[in-house]
């Protein structure tokens, strides 16, 4: 990444982005891509995000992977402005993209700064239009906490949604109750 990388100005403003998750992959502003998608052509909508290595996290995020001892080399990316955050494997190829709804969450490295504010669809139709019809499932085990999700299947993909804990204050902009909603391809790789 040269000089002129770091100065340029995103392709897309906060709150003029336009998503539709689908089975066809992630449509932002017009633009279809499928998932694993490189950072780069995000950094290219979105401008430069900030990085960080999952460390302490790896656990809330990724249970399995710690339990079983297989946790690879995983990058997060936020773009605080946008209220969007992504998982990469190896640093650069993302497998999972979050836009944060609610910022109930205490304000870590891996939470942006502000709530996603763009439009968000799935298959065309308000994400919590969608959301609300997918299948409910808890997570967690004596060691983690329980957490609150709703699934929807979207032919080789998957869109959940995390339900904010229930004394958390929820926003007037979600009033619905969902901290997060992330995408992410359903064949994620074995070792994530």
């Not at 100065?7 to 998503?19: D, H, L, S, V, Y």
């Not at 946008?82 to 870590?108: M, Q, R, W």
């Not at 996603?116 to 239009?129: A, D």
Request: charged content about 25%.
């Amino acid at each position: 990444m040269g000089l002129q990388d770091i100065f340029r100005k995103p392709q897309i403003a906060p709150g003029e982005t336009r998503i539709n998750l689908s089975d066809e992959g992630i449509e932002i502003n017009g633009r279809k891509f499928f998932m694993p998608v490189s950072i780069n052509i995000l950094e290219e909508l979105f401008g430069k995000a900030k990085c960080y290595q999952l460390g302490n996290f790896a656990p809330t995020f990724f249970p399995r992977a710690v339990r079983e001892k297989r946790m690879p080399h995983i990058t997060g990316y936020t773009w605080d402005k946008h209220g969007i955050y992504c998982y990469a494997k190896d640093a650069y190829s993302v497998f999972s993209i979050g836009f944060l709804l609610n910022h109930g969450e205490p304000d870590t490295n891996n939470t942006p700064k502000k709530e996603y504010s763009g439009l968000l669809n799935i298959n065309g139709n308000h994400w919590y239009e969608s959301i609300k019809s997918g299948d409910s499932m808890f997570l967690g085990d004596e060691e983690n906490q329980a957490e609150a999700y709703r699934i929807v299947t979207l032919g080789r993909y998957s869109v959940i949604s995390e339900f904010t804990e229930i004394t958390e204050e929820i926003t007037e902009r979600d009033s619905y109750g969902y901290s997060t909603v992330e995408f992410r391809p359903d064949d994620i790789p074995e070792d994530i």
